[in-house]
C-alpha cells in the first residue's frame, strides 16, 4: 500500500506542554456523548506518525464503535480483570480489595467498560520489535484525545479472554496483543495529578546518585 504523508490537523491546538501535564487515567467516561468519526481519524492518524523500530510499521488498531459489541467486550473485560487480580491477590471481589488500596479506584474501569463510547484495541503484526513500535504511536493516540478533550486509559486483558476476544472481532492467528484503550468524554475533570519528584526517581550518571535539581 503507498505511504501518505499527513499534515498536522488544525483541532490539534492544545499545547503539547498542557496535553501531557493534565493527561491522566480516565476510568468514567460518559455514555450520553458520542466520539466522532473525524476525532477517531485525528486520534490514529496521531498513533501513525510516532517511530516505529526498524520502520516497522507493524501496529493496527481495531477500532470498535458498535454498542452490542462494546457490550460483550465489556463483560470480557471485567472477566479479565478480575481474573488478574485472582492470579495476583487471590482477590475474587471488591469486598477483598483492602482499605486505601489504588485498586479500588482501579476497579471502576472493570465495571465501567461496558459504558465506553468507543474502545480501541492495539496490535502487531509479528515482529521483534513489535511492542516497541507499538507504544510510542499508543502515546500519540493517548496525547491526541485529550488535546481534544477526550479521555482515555491504558489497559490489558488476560489470558483466559483472549482467543474470546480475538473471535469476537475475526482477528487474524499470529496477531500480538499490546493494550485495549477506551476512549470517551469524561465524567469528571481531567488533572492536575500528583507524582514523585523526578528528583526521587532520575540517577545521573551513575545509579543512586541525584539529578543536579535535587
Known sequence: MEMVRLDPPAELTMSIGEVMFSQRATRRLDSDRSVTDAQLQIILDAASKAPHGGDSLSARYLVIRDRGAIDAFGKLYFE?????????YGWTSKADIPEGSHYRLAALLA????????????????SRVAASSAFPGIQNLLLAARALGLGSVLTTLHPDVME?????????????FHCCIP????????GPTSRLPTSATTSWDRWGQPPPWK
Open 164 to 176: 474470546r476476544v480475538d473471535a469476537m472481532f475475526g482477528v487474524p492467528e499470529g496477531m500480538e
Open 183 to 190: 476512549i470517551g468524554y469524561p465524567r469528571g475533570k481531567f
Open 111 to 126: 465495571d465501567e467498560m461496558v459504558n465506553a463510547p468507543v474502545v480501541i484495541l492495539v496490535y502487531s503484526k509479528p
Open 80 to 88: 479479565a480483570w478480575w481474573a488478574k487480580r485472582r492470579d495476583a
